[in-house]
């Protein structure tokens, strides 16, 4: 049997910071078997109504449409509305996806308009899309597999392409589902949240803002990842990559981080990774705190315009004092990282307060899988949160002038994948 040293280094790596493979578990769901039968699936429609059971017909049904609904093993469109299957991740693993799909009603339906359009989306990505035409009866496969987090959605949609009589169609999607073969889980995103950006940055940011277009990807073993610099000789550098979505009153962020040996540090001890924030009311942002050529933690700073000196635990000044700057430290575990230690697993979830004095909020964060920070009565984003941004801020300021730095040293944040979701 071939040795495979390089990805036998990975796990290593891997296991070193606590990211470990799971057993590969496997359930089958299959739409018949589990139909109206527990959360894993769900049915719905296109304007987001929730069908309900007909006891009577045996099917679900929607209230758009006289004929739209879904069957244990067929859907029925409407003219106006699509009907859609959705099946809920319930966890972190693969999902194959197999099942033979066809028009189950060859009676009657002609002209352009007839059949229908069935797509696969995984959350808001298409995994394929086929039309079927009435008296179809052959269709075509499904025999599609993908990563998947938990609470993420599969959805089998199908459309009438305008005229849904004699529109019904077989449909019985088999989902295998093995868990824990993903090493970056996403194991306390809450269950429920729905996806908002989801990237292994493996040659591409995703859609992510490039703001001064300097996004570049390097490998490291088997991985692809952005490669956030400041290169050798410089006083500036590194990128702006941000993502924008309307506000959110919960928001999870799961990334796989890590820098590469010689990175020493800010002589400010402040070493920026990530932004969450609602520019202009606050500017918050992830961490890594520390002198510089030391190990360095892991922590929530909050740069904003309400008070949070009320915390205990918090460190810096307070809003109405004329000091909007001050962060939260890890009150539950060690978030210490070493430079070049390897690939590290950083999980935050952020709840925005209901006002700039409600103390409300909740700020948590991870580092390898294990709560290091935890956080309930903070003030925080009461507006809520609107924008991310991986950014180091390396612009050029005293602190990275060379003489302040060693510049014969270049700096290095790798960042393997990012997944945002949100809550409700």
């Known amino acids: 049997m071939k040795f495979d040293f390089t990805r036998s280094l990975y796990v290593a790596i891997l296991l070193a910071a606590g990211i470990s493979f799971e057993a590969q578990a496997q359930t089958t769901y299959q739409a018949s078997a589990h139909f109206n039968n527990g959360n894993v699936f769900s049915y719905i429609t296109s304007r987001n109504e929730r069908m309900v059971y007909d006891s009577t017909l045996g099917v679900m049904r929607a209230p758009s449409e006289k004929y739209l609904g879904i069957g244990r093993n067929s859907m029925h469109p409407g003219n106006q509305v699509d009907a859609i299957l959705r099946f809920n991740s319930p966890g972190a693993g693969t999902a194959a996806i197999t099942g033979r799909v066809y028009d189950a009603d060859k009676s009657c339906g002609s002209g352009s308009s007839s059949g229908v359009v069935v797509t696969v989306r995984k959350n808001s990505t298409v995994l394929s899309q086929n039309t079927i035409l009435n008296g ?45 073969t993903n090493p970056s889980s996403w194991t306390n995103e809450p269950v429920g949240f729905s996806n908002l950006y989801n990237c292994d940055f493996s040659g591409t940011v995703c859609g992510l803002f490039d703001v001064y277009k300097t996004a570049t990807f390097t490998n490291i073993g088997p991985v692809t990842a952005l490669n956030v610099q400041l290169p050798l000789g410089a006083n500036n550098g590194g990128g702006q990559f941000i993502q924008n979505f309307p506000a959110v009153k919960q928001l999870y962020i799961g990334t796989i981080w890590s820098t590469n040996t010689e990175f020493e540090g800010s002589s400010r001890d402040t070493n920026k990774l990530l932004y969450v924030s609602q520019p202009p009311v606050d500017n918050n942002f992830l961490t890594w705190h520390g002198p510089k050529n030391q190990p360095k933690t892991l922590m929530w700073q909050l740069q904003a315009t309400y008070d949070n000196c009320h915390i205990s635990g918090y460190e810096g000044g307070c809003f109405n004092q004329g000091d909007p700057m001050g962060r939260l430290r890890p009150n539950v575990g060690n978030a210490t990282v070493a430079a070049g230690s390897g690939w590290h697993k950083i999980e ?77």
């Open 348 to 424: 935050v979830y952020l709840k925005a307060s209901t006002t700039k004095t409600s103390r409300d909020g909740i700020v948590r964060w991870w580092l390898d899988g294990r709560l290091v920070g935890d956080y309930r009565n903070v003030n925080l984003t009461p507006g809520g949160f609107t924008e991310f941004q991986i950014n180091p801020v390396w612009d050029g300021s005293s602190a990275y002038q060379c003489g302040i730095r060693d510049c014969s040293k270049s700096w290095h944040h790798y960042w393997d994948k990012l997944r945002i979701s949100r809550g409700f």
């Open 136 to 180: 179809n009866v052959n269709g075509f496969n499904m025999n599609l597999s993908t990563s998947v987090a938990t609470g993420d959605k599969i959805d089998f949609v199908v459309n009438s392409r305008g005229n849904s009589a004699c529109d019904l169609t077989f449909m019985d999607p088999k989902i295998v589902f093995t868990a824990g």
